[in-house]
């Protein structure tokens, strides 16, 4: 009588033909001896609640991943870049007494005035708001997000056609907090040259960072 314990530890599955049989450790260095049917199919049984088992524990634990030299306990975290949304600078605010829907409604129409400017007409917007504490004297920056990853690529590859859009606007992607501040003191730095002579057409920002054209080369201030 042949004894498996400690499934599936103990027990090497051999493939023999069509009929998968177990082995126990006393018959590993022999040959495949018979086992009668009952007991395989005891054993196929056994070795199946085991599987599901230890899958349900990973399910539990899920939350919770451990490696030799990091314990990282909770929700992983994600790199959600293409859950960013989009934002466009220089859309004028609409008159604070009307009404919020009205509002959302008036930011809606102007994206996808851009957006059909930019013959991106196909992708569906999941989201529009304003950031930023409302002020009569200016206008808040617009954020979008779109349902395709894909399209927020080719509007981001697209901005080139805005020279030729009815009214300036600046399209970037959404900036992390880290960003804004880089972006803070980029456009305090541009403001300051041009207080001191330069001309602005000299003058760039990409990428939240400030540049200055030098000799017809683009220099990172």
């Given at each position: 009588m042949h004894k498996y314990t400690n499934?599936?530890?103990?027990?090497?599955?051999?493939?023999?033909?069509?009929?998968?049989?177990?082995?126990?450790?006393?018959?590993k260095g022999g040959q495949v001896p018979h086992i009668p049917k009952q007991e395989i199919?005891?054993?196929?049984?056994?070795?199946?609640?085991?599987?599901?088992?230890?899958?349900?524990?990973?399910?539990?634990k899920k939350s919770v991943l451990e490696?030799?030299?990091?314990?990282?306990?909770?929700?992983?975290?994600?790199?959600?870049?293409?859950?960013?949304?989009?934002?466009?600078?220089?859309?004028?605010?609409?008159?604070?007494?009307?009404?919020?829907?009205?509002?959302?409604?008036?930011?809606?129409?102007k994206v996808n005035e851009i957006l059909h400017h930019l013959q991106v007409t196909d992708t569906e917007i999941t989201d529009v708001r304003r950031v930023g504490k409302y002020d009569h004297n200016k206008s808040r920056p617009v954020i979008f997000k779109v349902a395709n990853p894909w399209?927020?690529?080719?509007?981001?590859?697209?901005?080139?056609?805005?020279?030729?859009?009815?009214?300036?606007?600046?399209?970037?992607?959404?900036?992390?907090?880290?960003?804004?501040i880089i972006e803070k003191k980029s456009l305090e730095k541009r403001r300051q040259l041009i207080n001191e002579g330069c001309e602005s057409a000299n003058l760039r920002i990409r990428d939240f960072k400030l540049y200055q054209k030098v000799n017809n080369d683009w220099k990172l201030l």
């Open positions: 499934l599936p530890g103990e027990i090497i599955p051999f493939l023999s033909c069509d009929n998968l049989l177990f082995v126990c450790d006393d018959c199919s005891d054993i196929k049984e056994e070795f199946t609640k085991t599987i599901v088992e230890c899958i349900d524990k990973c399910f539990e490696t030799p030299n990091q314990k990282i306990v909770g929700k992983p975290v994600i790199n959600d870049s293409n859950q960013s949304g989009i934002r466009i600078r220089g859309v004028p605010e609409t008159h604070e007494n009307i009404p919020p829907l009205a509002r959302l409604n008036y930011d809606k129409q399209h927020k690529r080719v509007i981001l590859a697209s901005l080139t056609k805005l020279k030729t859009f009815n009214q300036r606007v600046y399209v970037s992607r959404e900036p992390t907090a880290d960003e804004l």
